[in-house]
Each structure stands twice: as structure tokens, then as C-alpha cells.
């Protein structure tokens, strides 16, 4: 390959329903080996290439995949070297958070979660809380982290962010964020055999909108972890120049 090849990214691109379906790479995978398997082909004018997604059977024994985040996954290892030695872990929060497992830089095994989508979908479809957007309360957020840690099943603690409201006079605008400490707890209580995985000592990593990784980052915060941040769209970048080049 020579000089930088045109990639071009948008969303699920890749996926049987997108632009030109790409097969997932298997797992344990690195950025050499998506690279080896990129999908090429001219239209427009153009030279394309497709990043193919990963996939591998989870932590929980079930079969799992991504798309998009293993791109941002190299590029967050080409800005933050460091994350490519011995064991880590890389969580990457969004729409489907992904909890990702790494070694030596490669990817072993990442466990998807559904908060972000859980999350929007409660928030607008449910009576749960007001949707109502403005300021953010952190107080809110930083109780609902504590009743997520504090009671096992996210189902018996939810219904709280609407009983909060009619009983105690919890703000519609609490409501949202309090509801958001419920979702985001929950997961970070999920994944916590998977942080298990890391060397005793080491951060974790959160790669995403900085306003969601902070989230992240105080909720894993009260579970005793050390966390460092990289911009989501800067490692994708990083990552698509990584893997367009030699």
C-alpha cells in the first residue's frame, strides 16, 4: 500500500445491511490484521477501503460484535502508546457501550453493553424521567451511581427515577440525571469481573465524547479505578490514518 488510501466511514457501513457487507475478523485481533482485511474497491472516482468489524464470543460466553469501535480501539493505542503493553482494558461508552479487553496491544475479547440505548430509550419513551434536556445535575447523577451500586438489578431500582418525582419532589431535570447514574452504575457494576482482567496498578481507558467519558470515569471512580480519557473522533481519525497506511 502506498501513500494514504481513501477511507471512507459512516456509521455501519460495512454491515450486512450497509454500503458493501465486510466480513467481522475474528478475535484476538490488532490493527495489522484489520489492515490485511480491509475491503477494497473503486466507486466514484475513488479508491475505497472498508474497515472490517471484530468479532469474538464475550466474557459471558455469548457471541459478540462491533463496528466502528475497533477503529477508534488502534488509533486510541497509536495516540496512547502505552495502553498497548501488558494487560488492559478499554471502554468505549456510547449508543452500545463496548468493554474491551486488551494484550499486548491486540484485542482479545470485548463485552458489549446496552446502556446508551437503554438509556435514550427510557428517557424519551417512558414515564421515567422528563427528557427535559438544560443543566446537569451532578448530584442527581452522582445518587443514582450510589443506588446502582447499592442494589443489584438495575430492574428493581429504575421505577425509583418516577417515584423519586411524585414522592419527594424530585425535579423532572434530577429525574434525567438521576436515571443516567442508574444506567451508567449498572454497567460499570456489570463489568466488574471483566476489570479483573487488567495488571493490579494500571488505568482504565475511556475513549468517546468527553462529556460521557467523564461520566464513566467518576462512576468507575467510586469502584476504586484510575482512569485516563481520549477524544472518540480523534482516535477514529487516528485509527483510519493508521490503518491507510503502511
Sequence with gaps: MHGALPLRMAGMVG??????????????????MLRGRLQRFHADDLDVAIVPGLACRNPRGAPDVMRGEETQVS?????????ARGRRVLVLPGTHCKWVQLEDGRIQRFQTSFSGELFALLRRHSQLAGAVGGARDEAAFAFGLARAQAVASLGHVLFEARS???????????????LSGLV?????????????WQADGLGIGLVGEPALCARYAQALAGQGYSTSSLDGASCALAGLHLLAND
Design 15 to 32: 454491515a450486512r445491511n450497509g454500503w458493501v457487507e465486510v466480513p467481522y475478523v475474528e478475535c484476538p485481533a490488532d490493527a495489522g
Design 75 to 83: 488509533g486510541a493505542l497509536a495516540l496512547q502508546p502505552a495502553l
Design 164 to 178: 423519586r418525582q411524585l414522592r419527594e419532589g424530585m425535579p423532572a431535570a434530577a429525574a434525567d440525571d438521576f
Design 184 to 196: 451508567i452504575g449498572s454497567d460499570v457494576q456489570g463489568a466488574l469481573d471483566l476489570l479483573a
